[in-house]
């Protein structure tokens, strides 16, 4: 075997050098080079990126290890699902396992300092001949990813290396660092929306289920230098105890090592709390989830803070010592090589541990998987009834339960379940069985605590938001059954629906307005140059009933064959002679997404929406919305969430955000140029869907007709982080087809409306709305709309309170904001 070279040797400068960065193919190119000359290093593609990136896999442990590492594969899987291991066995077991440590490096990707140490502590594996790495190497099994999201890398290194040495050296990126979700990629633990999320679940996760995964993070620069667990309250209640424990454990021990090797400014016990899986599938699946976030710098180029520049926030104070903050850092110079020191610092840490307390941690996974086998308390089961408005939708959160490990059951006979009769065919999910903790917080309503100790003080913020049920947010009925009931249970085979066309060879077709898949349906037919319209009332086909708002297609050249690949998608087609009362004709739509020049997630998660169910859209940045003519190019333009004075000024309204620093292109917002061309696109029957935020803008620059009570109110006053709430609609309404006359919306910090001249398409009832989550201030919500539709010159504004397509997560909501799109693009 060759030697293995030093990064310094392959790269030609040291890590967390000044300035200097090894991009994405330079890292596989060095891990590559290191699995070929080391028997302690094994590497895999897994598969590749968004946008086509290889994305790696580094195994790293003793050679004897990894001969037989499907044998201690073998160990572990049965060490994480105890069932019918008797003492003996368990003894052999934790004899002969390894603890598995899962290494995620830089899913931020402006994050730098992970992806870059990665190759540091490669190498220290790869060639360390000491005590601290044979122990390491002997007792645990080390999966290292060295980037979470490769395409960030690039982005990001290829940005970094345009502007340096000009005065825009060392910023972020004014754009998404992910193609869809920016920042938000790591809010897809639980979705599984993206690439890169499945891969690392499907090919890691639910291969090893490792019993610690360490994510490296940064924060901003001025606050503590590094931070590590023990997390604040609250912890989701569905976290086993021995995982708090053990995070708390791991934390300090990592906190300690710093100390001693005499880094300054390491912090715990500190804002980050433990409560959305959005954040934490190790959470559900016997795996501590370790976090540590460094001070940044500015990206590879050094910084200068003062003493008196550093920040103190939630409690931390920067310049006195605490228990949890043992050794205050007083300013002066902070770089790259000082995340990596920290970073290496902690990691080697956290494998000493792992290493040294081998038989604890293996002894926590029986332990943890012995308890969710018989977990405390209810509910028994959760029921997914064979009977749902949107079948698709159905399965697919069962899909997400599936890659979440959750084993479900068809019902082979009808039962009875807390009173209730439910027919053969419906879906079990029992909750004692390995990941049936995932099971639970994804299906039950979240009951967030409020953490103040008075009533009048303000809230005790979560880090994310309080709610997930995923029923709620994709419109799924899913029953909690509290009591144990008796029914036959066969293995559930996920099959799509295919559905069937009803009276073949009718002039028209009606297809249901309520199913997701009818949107993807019906841009299938319009991409094809079909004639689509939207029925105005209930249509009497066969047995049943469609709900206002149906789609017809008339039928022409081809329909048959078009037909013949919409019902794999689980569509129905009713063959009707007579052409239904219509209330407009569907064109395709021309839409226009506003891109603001920051980085905006909802936007990125609003394209991968968009494209999924077969819109076309084309992207308006500032420049392009400022020069004018937008009816020549658009019949919608869409902002997403982001707030009014963002929408106006760009980067400027970014809090620390300096946009002298870049080049003056991406300086500016809207701005009254901006605006004035979308008044004047109004003017000329254009329309603008305003999401959440910025339907702030809407209300104050293009001088809707409705008005925002919420605005102003203080945090103690109103407060709502993210949870899911209830309103009630108007199903007559082109925006409500195919809803029911009660719907669950994801509200997130957003605005509510009083509207003065328009339609009310969505309402908060006149009792406390929470479904899921938290609520503080309900009454303040009473009565006001949460979707408008506010008629502007010849055109509309139609305004959400909140999100529709939040993090392709609240897929209950999507097919408001496509029926919205063709609603504004039919001119009616
Ligand atoms: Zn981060």
């Known amino acids: 075997m060759r030697a293995v070279p030093s990064p310094e040797e392959f790269l030609g ?36 990126s968004t946008e086509g990136s290889p994305f790696i896999l580094a195994t790293v442990s003793s050679p004897e290890n990894l001969r037989r590492l499907e044998e201690l594969r073998g160990i572990q899987m049965r060490l994480c699902d105890p069932d019918g291991v008797e003492p003996e066995e368990a003894k052999r077991l934790v004899a002969r396992g390894k603890t598995v440590v899962l290494i995620t490096c830089s899913i931020h990707s402006t994050e730098v300092g992970g ?59 004014p754009m998404v660092y992910h193609r869809y979700a920016g920042h938000d990629n790591n809010r897809d633990w639980f979705m599984f929306a993206l690439q890169e999320t499945r891969l690392t679940v499907e090919k890691v996760h639910n291969v090893w289920h490792p019993q610690i995964v360490y994510d490296i993070h940064q924060m901003g620069q001025k606050g503590p230098r590094f931070y590590v667990p023990p997390y604040i309250d609250p912890i989701d209640p569905n976290v086993d105890p021995v995982l708090v424990s053990g995070t708390s454990f791991m934390g300090l021990t990592m906190a300690d090592a710093l100390a001693t090797a005499g880094k300054a400014g390491v912090n715990t016990h500190w804002e980050f709390d433990g409560w959305t899986p959005a954040r934490a599938y190790q959470h559900y699946h016997g795996g501590i989830r370790i976090l540590s976030e460094a001070a940044s710098a500015d990206v590879a180029s050094p910084v200068e803070i003062r003493a008196e520049e550093l920040e103190g926030e939630r409690g931390f104070k920067p310049l006195e010592a605490r228990w949890n903050h043992v050794m205050p850092w007083g300013g002066g110079r902070w770089s790259l090589r000082d995340i990596v020191d920290y970073e290496f610092i902690a990691a080697m840490a956290l494998l000493g541990n792992a290493a040294k307390h081998r038989e604890r941690w293996l002894r926590g996974s029986l332990e943890i998987g012995r308890r969710a086998l018989n977990p405390p308390g209810g509910p028994y089961a959760f029921v997914v009834p064979k009977k749902q408005a949107d079948h698709g939708a159905a399965r697919e959160l069962l899909e997400v339960l599936g890659m979440g490990a959750v084993r479900l059951f068809e019902a082979e006979e009808s039962f009875t379940a807390d009173g209730v009769e439910y027919p053969e065919g ?33 809230p005790e913020v979560p880090y994310d938001v309080t709610a997930q049920t995923l029923g709620l947010q994709m419109g799924v009925d899913v029953v909690p059954v509290r009591d144990r009931f008796e029914c036959k249970l066969a293995p559930l085979v996920l099959n799509g629906k295919i559905g069937s066309v009803h009276g073949a060879g009718k002039p028209w077709y009606l297809f249901p307005s309520e199913l997701l898949a009818s949107t993807r349906v019906a841009n299938m037919f319009l991409g094809v140059g079909f004639r689509l319209f ?11 009933e469609l709900k206002p708002g149906a789609f017809i297609l008339e039928s022409g050249e081809g329909t048959e064959k078009v037909m013949g690949e919409a019902v794999n998608l689980g569509v129905d087609f009713y063959g009707v002679d007579e052409l239904p009362d219509v209330a407009f004709e569907v064109v395709k739509p021309r839409v226009g997404v506003y891109k603001a020049w920051l980085p905006n997630a909802d936007e990125g998660w609003l394209r991968m929406v968009l494209e999924e169910y077969g819109f076309e859209f084309q992207s308006l940045t500032p420049q392009d919305v400022r020069q004018g003519g937008l009816a020549g190019r658009v019949d919608v333009l869409i902002l997403p969430d982001l707030g009014r004075d963002q929408i106006v000024d760009g980067l400027k309204a970014v809090k620390g955000a300096d946009p002298m620093r870049y080049e003056e292109v991406y300086r500016m917002g809207l701005g009254e140029e901006g605006t004035r061309a979308v008044l004047e696109f109004l003017g000329e029957g254009g329309s603008v869907i305003a999401l959440n935020k910025a339907s702030g803008y809407a209300i104050k620059d293009l001088m809707v007709a409705a008005e925002n009570p919420l605005e102003g109110l203080k945090e103690q006053e109103f407060y709502i982080p993210g949870s899911i709430l209830r309103v009630t609609l108007d199903e007559t309404h082109p925006i409500a087809y195919g809803y029911p006359r009660e719907a669950a919306v994801y509200f997130i910090s957003g605005p509510a409306f009083k509207v003065k001249e328009g339609y009310e398409v969505a309402k908060y009832p006149e009792a406390n709305p929470l479904l899921s989550g938290w609520i503080l201030g309900e009454k303040q919500l009473r009565g006001l709309a949460a979707v408008a539709d506010l008629p502007v010159g010849r055109g509309r504004v139609v305004l959400f309170g909140f999100p529709p397509h939040f993090r392709n997560q609240a897929r209950g909501t999507f097919r408001m904001l496509f029926n919205a799109i063709y609603y504004c693009s039919s001119g009616v």
């Open 426 to 458: 419906c879906v079990v999910v029992p909750v004692a069985q390995p990941y049936g903790r995932f099971a639970k917080t994804m299906l039950e309503r979240q009951v967030y605590p409020d953490l103040r100790k008075n009533p009048g003080d303000p």
């Open 115 to 173: 992806s870059q140490m990665s190759m540091g502590l490669l190498h220290r594996l790869a060639t360390g001949d000491d005590d601290e790495v044979g122990e390491i190497l002997e007792n645990t099994i080390l999966l290292l990813v060295p980037s979470l999201n490769p395409d960030g890398n690039r982005l990001v290194c290829d940005w970094y290396r345009r502007y340096l040495g000009t005065k825009y050296e060392g910023t972020s990126p």
């Open 13 to 48: 400068f040291r890590i967390g050098d000044d300035r200097k960065l090894a991009d994405w193919p330079e890292i596989v190119g060095y891990f590559s080079r290191v699995a070929a000359s080391s028997d302690r290093v094994k590497l895999e593609e897994l598969g590749r």
């Open 534 to 544: 939207r029925a105005q009332g209930w249509e009497e086909v066969g047995e049943g």
